[in-house]
């Protein structure tokens, strides 16, 4: 039997997994690089409003699961998109040897034959422009001020580029897991055009040199993705996270004949305060039987980490996914 990383990888290859791999079980997350602490963890507080690096206001009202962006026109951080070098200053991403210490011990305690050594990325280059000056004007500015929006994008994207690259400097990772959502749950954002022009070719950049360095690009956005799924293959992305079910999976994989993997399909639904099993285990079945025969898919919940709202469900599905495996792989 495989373990959970051979299998994962021999789904990547195109060869021969010798079951559905189970959501994020292939992938061992490494939670505690400084970059991560002071970009995430440091600005997400429960029960209150705090402030990221770049002035960006985190609401997390007390009892909700996470907290989000709180851009009012008072206190956006880019007011003027053609005056954004006034206010977007850029944050140094170095960080004395010593805190690395944690992470880089973490990293090598990952066992290299069960699991890959997994980094986080979190709020891509579109999430970064839209906490900055809101949802709206990030859309208009595409539109309205093509040549500033540009210029900004080029700005966060360097960022980006040097923050990955200590990254991978500090940790011997397999994988990075890259959030940056692009949809609603039936359509884009934005036209495909102005994803070809404004974030293909930065992150053709940015994905290009992450794999470069021998590190894959596990991509989450739980999202309708469909038009673009070219482009992401395009881009070196190996596997997108949070498909769902609103795309249309056998169309996809016809398009794309397996190079794009699909994590997904698990309709978040079912992860509510009254949720039971037979509710949850019925959706895992439905979601393998609607997508795993069109190949190169990982049945998952569609959320961007290895979690649920409610206790117990994420540990359902996985353990429905393994009954299934159990049922059909070992014959």
Known sequence: MLTPRENYLELVKGGK?????????????????????KYYFDCYVEGQDTL??????????????????????EN??????????????????????EAWK???????????KEKLATGLMVTGIFETAHFLMGFEDTLMNFLMEPEAMGELLDAILDWKMAYAKELIDHLDLDVMLYHDDWGAKDRLFFSKEVFEEFLKPRYEKLFSYITSRGVQILFHADSYLEPLVEDMVDIH???????????NFKAIQERVKGKLICMGGIDSIVDHKGWTEEEVRAEVRRAIAEYAPYGAYIPCITYGLPESIFPGVLECIMDEVNKYNEEHMAK
Request: aromatic fraction near 12%.
């Open 237 to 247: 992305i190996t596997t997108w996270q949070g498909a769902l079910r609103t795309n």
């Open 76 to 97: 956006k951080v880019i007011k003027d998109v053609t005056d954004w070098k006034k206010d977007f200053i850029v944050q140094d991403v170095k960080f004395p040897e």
């Open 17 to 37: 997994p010798d079951r559905l791999v189970n959501g994020y079980e292939p992938f061992a997350f490494i939670f505690s690089d400084p970059l991560l602490k």
């Open 102 to 112: 944690p992470a880089i011990e973490e990293c090598a305690k990952v066992d290299r």
């Open 52 to 73: 990221n690096p770049f002035g960006v206001t985190i609401r997390w009202e007390k009892g909700e699961h996470a907290g989000m962006p709180y851009i009012t026109q």
